[in-house]
């Protein structure tokens, strides 16, 4: 942790991601004493906190979207991605962090279910991407198809898009 030269602890305020044209990823970690107000910033490339931070921060592009996800969801979703960051021994939430699974692990989308998300009601997607994405990972396959989308549409809402013979 950062000590201020007036010799109380410096507190981490948030954290910039940001990318460089050689692709390098870079964090700029914003810090502040909170008894006589300096205000420091460290460039690190992006997982190396060398000590900056002080406790669970959310990057900057990671609560932006937080901020935009529903009232009544972003509480739930803050919850969980928390509690895995807490399980995994992070510190920081960043934006890929908020793609990752239950278990860890990023799952990936079918460009058509991608799509098809997308025509989701906004009310909903979030809670809707987080329930694909969570039977994806216990059912061990690291992918959101439209086979899983239907299946997944029918449990919940009893219908599908799947003709049946009668």
């Not at 010799?7 to 870079?26: K, L, P, S, V």
């Not at 529903?70 to 920081?92: H, K, S």
Request: net charge negative; hydrophobic share 35%; with cysteine.
């Amino acid at each position: 942790m950062l000590i201020c030269s007036c010799g109380h602890w410096m507190h981490t305020e948030g954290i910039e991601e940001r990318a460089y044209e050689n692709g390098t990823a870079q964090w700029f970690i914003r810090s502040e004493c909170r008894s006589c107000g300096l205000k420091v910033g460290a460039d690190l490339p992006a997982g190396q906190t060398s000590g900056l931070v002080d406790r669970l921060i959310w990057t900057d592009d990671a609560l932006h979207r937080l901020e935009r996800m529903p009232p009544y969801v972003a509480p739930f979703y803050r919850d969980e991605v928390e509690g895995q960051a807490r399980t995994l021994g992070e510190r920081v939430i960043t934006y890929e962090t908020l793609f990752r699974s239950c278990t860890g692990e990023r799952i990936e989308w079918e460009p058509e279910a991608e799509q098809r998300l997308d025509r989701v009601p906004a009310s909903v997607r979030a809670m809707a991407r987080i329930e694909l994405e969570r039977t994806a990972a216990d059912r061990g396959t690291a992918r959101v198809t439209v086979a899983l989308m239907e299946e997944i549409k029918t449990k919940y809402f009893g219908m599908s898009n799947v003709k049946r013979p009668k």
